[in-house]
């Protein structure tokens, strides 16, 4: 006969051969050993896991001249007939394509029949889901009562697909993905058996990429063998995976790390001139952050990982990632992988996801983040304690005016009850160092500012300041004026938002800005106190020459205002 594919040769024969199924055929075993055989079997699980080698090792077992057994003997005629097909009681359809209702009847007819050369009539029923509602039905009555020596094996790959009455008069077994190291031993036991010489890391890329089925690695490694020459290399078995070498994705995340784009790119591109598709490089780099994520979480747990084959590369890259940065790359990763689905030009988003990664602001170990932690911390503070000092200036001061009086009085209980108190008296100390020119400037930039937001993927929050606007800047403060309040005090109490305006200020203007925020309302009231409070302590000194000269209070609101803003009253 013709060469056979090695996942035909090695079909296993016995409950032992079926690897990583220990759940199904410890019971199964049991249930042989026992006598205790139910009258119809339900196999469901992925695909190449096992479901119809188990189903025709258990019609095996049942027939077997040995039995009671928990294993068939494959010696005895019973158990050689069925190994080759030559006995007719063990019955193998395909519903798939005999999905009609007259063949289920055709069996519903024929059940009735005692088997001709074994035991016990076996009907393997593969692809079961692909039965139309009516082939269901016709089987319903017979599948429940079926005659004594009469045994039905029902395997799927979707049994949600299945109906209900159908579900419940089986044994349902669910069949589990194969785990990556119970692959790679089944597969040494049959390169080694055949003589041919392999790299053990090979075996492991082909088994990663068969995900969870033995039929599917046998496959690949049967390709592997066809196409390697004297022995299967680790390159060879990614050239018919289709993946990526870990060394490409190693130099690829390092240049992320350095925030090094052209060698990224270089990199990138690399990877497309060997012919890679985009959509599953993607998926690659996913599961290699993924795989770098738990490695960094429990060391030890190497069998979990998806991807990844741990070398001294890829331990000195994960120690140097922060756990944050992790998160915030499969996050981007993530969206341009959605977005690649719905494109004709796949690579252009991976490309523009392999920039943003590198322009992405990396956290040095956690270092900076609490950096800004603390400068936040340590700006609430400040901000409570000028309003604590402002409200008790305001509960001291008494004026002549007992309405006025009870006004100042009152006015701090009715601003305790509202949503937001702007900080007066630091505004109040921005005001006494800010400049026109300080203020042109930033409103020069304002527009750039916001579309940056736009770009860093912080839309709402730019949305805060659609309708506001900087009213008063100086060196190293920036006051903006939100026209609702709700806005004001949704900005203010986001301290990330707050320092990334600052960074953006520091690459816009120059400098970096503190930012406060005033509702409309409390501005207009906070500027009147300021001008107020300026002019009254000119007029208090009493200097006869400085009142023939010009108003230097009026002189500072031109310039912080402008004199279209600004009207004089005596």
């Not at 041919?196 to 068969?210: F, P, W």
């Not at 598709?277 to 960094?296: A, N, T, V």
């Not at 499969?330 to 322009?359: D, G, Y």
């Not at 402002?390 to 005016?401: E, F, H, P, S």
């Amino acid at each position: 006969m013709a060469y056979q594919a090695l996942y035909r040769v090695w079909r296993p024969q016995t409950f032992i051969d079926v690897v990583g199924q220990e759940h199904v055929t410890k019971t199964l075993q049991n249930a042989l050993l026992q006598q205790k055989i139910s009258h119809a079997y339900l196999f469901s699980g992925p695909r190449g896991t096992g479901k119809t080698s188990a189903a025709k090792i258990f019609a095996k077992a049942v027939n077997c001249e040995n039995s009671p057994a928990n294993e068939p003997c494959n010696v005895c005629p019973a158990c050689l007939g069925i190994t080759d097909g030559s006995i007719p009681d063990v019955i193998e359809i395909d519903a798939a394509s005999n999905n009609g209702v007259e063949e289920i009847r055709d069996i519903r007819d024929k059940v009735k029949f005692a088997p001709s050369s074994v035991k016990y009539k076996v009907y393997i029923v593969d692809e079961v889901h692909m039965l139309s509602i009516g082939a269901f039905n016709a089987l319903l009555k017979t599948l429940e009562e079926p005659p004594r020596h009469v045994i039905f094996i029902l395997a799927t790959t979707e049994p949600h697909k299945i109906p209900l009455t159908i579900i419940s008069r089986c044994q349902r077994f669910d069949f589990k993905r194969i785990s990556a190291q119970s692959i790679v031993n089944r597969m040494k036991t049959i390169v080694d058996e055949t003589g041919v010489r392999y790299e053990e890391k090979a075996l492991q890329v082909v088994a990663r990429a068969a995900e969870g089925g033995m039929r599917d690695a046998l496959s690949l490694l049967d390709q592997a063998i066809s196409f390697s020459r004297d022995e299967v290399t680790v390159e060879d078995a990614l050239t018919v995976t289709g993946s990526v070498s870990q060394g490409l994705l190693n130099q690829l995340a390092t240049a992320i790390k350095e925030r090094d784009a052209a060698k990224a790119l270089e990199a990138l591109e690399e990877l497309l001139f060997l012919g890679k598709d985009p959509s599953r490089f993607i998926e690659d780099f996913i599961l290699y952050y993924r795989d770098m994520l738990l490695f960094k979480a429990a060391p030890n747990l190497e069998e979990s990982f998806e991807r990844v084959l741990l070398d001294e590369d890829f331990k000195q890259i994960a120690e140097a990632v922060n756990q944050e940065d992790i998160y915030q790359i499969i996050e981007t990763l993530n969206k341009s992988q959605q977005e690649m689905r719905w494109t004709n030009h796949p690579r252009i988003f991976l490309e523009v996801a392999v920039v943003k990664l590198c322009q992405m602001k990396v956290s040095d170990n956690g270092k900076q983040t609490s950096s800004i932690e603390i400068d936040s911390l340590l700006s609430k503070i400040s901000s409570l304690e000028e309003q604590l000092s402002d409200l008790r200036k305001n509960g001291i001061a008494v004026t002549n005016d007992p309405a006025a009086n009870t006004a100042s009085q009152a006015k701090p209980a009715r601003t305790s009850r509202r949503g937001f108190q702007a900080p007066t008296g630091k505004i109040n100390e921005i005001l006494k160092s800010a400049t026109k020119p300080d203020l042109t400037l930033v409103k020069s930039k304002w527009g750039e500012l916001l579309g940056k937001l736009v770009y860093n993927q912080m839309r709402s929050q730019a949305a805060l300041l659609n309708e506001a606007e900087p009213v008063a800047a100086s060196t190293t403060a920036l006051v903006i004026s939100f026209k609702y309040e709700i806005h004001c005090q949704m900005a203010m109490d986001n301290d990330r938002f707050l320092v990334v305006l600052s960074d953006l200020t520091q690459e816009l203007v120059g400098r970096r800005l503190s930012v406060v925020g005033v509702p409309e309302e409390q501005w207009q009231t906070i500027r009147a106190g300021f001008i107020k409070t300026n002019r009254d302590g000119e007029s208090d000194q009493g200097d006869a020459e400085k009142e023939n000269e010009e108003d230097p209070v009026v002189s500072e609101a031109i310039k912080l205002f402008g004199s279209e803003l600004v009207e004089i009253k005596e």
